[in-house]
Nanobody, 118 residues
Framework: QVRLVESGGGLVQAGGSLRLSCVAS????????MGWYRQAPGKQRELVAT???????NYADSVKGRGTISRDNAKKTVYLQMNSLKPEDTAVYYC????????????WGQGTQVTVSS
């Protein structure tokens, strides 16, 4: 059983910053990919950013230059630093991991709400 626990969401004013964290626990051999997705009301879930075990990153165009994803492999933790937040960043943010050497490798967190007020 793998569990992902997110933290760091909340209400922030436009132009502000926040940092999301997600800790993975359970039966984990290795985490190949860690990342963040988000889903706004009435919209599909979309990629925010991902990071591989080797440190390669991928960002959605909408957050490039404003977001930084990082991970601590020893702590099985992924972070998302978001700056210059906009009202359109308002969404539920979901932590995601892809595990190695497991039949069903993809796991999601419960989500944390981020609300950006104008």
């Amino acid at each position: 059983q793998v569990r992902l626990v997110e933290s760091g969401g909340g209400l922030v004013q436009a132009g502000g910053s926040l940092r999301l964290s997600c800790v993975a626990s359970g039966s984990i051999f290795r985490i190949d990919v860690m990342g963040w997705y988000r889903q706004a009301p009435g919209k599909q879930r979309e990629l925010v950013a991902t990071i591989t075990s080797g440190g390669d990153t991928n960002y959605a165009d909408s957050v490039k230059g404003r977001g930084t994803i990082s991970r601590d492999n020893a702590k099985k933790t992924v972070y998302l630093q978001m700056n210059s937040l906009k009202p359109e960043d308002t969404a539920v943010y979901y932590c995601y991991v892809r595990l190695a050497r497991i039949t069903f490798p993809d796991y999601w967190g419960q989500g944390t709400q981020v609300t950006v007020s104008s």
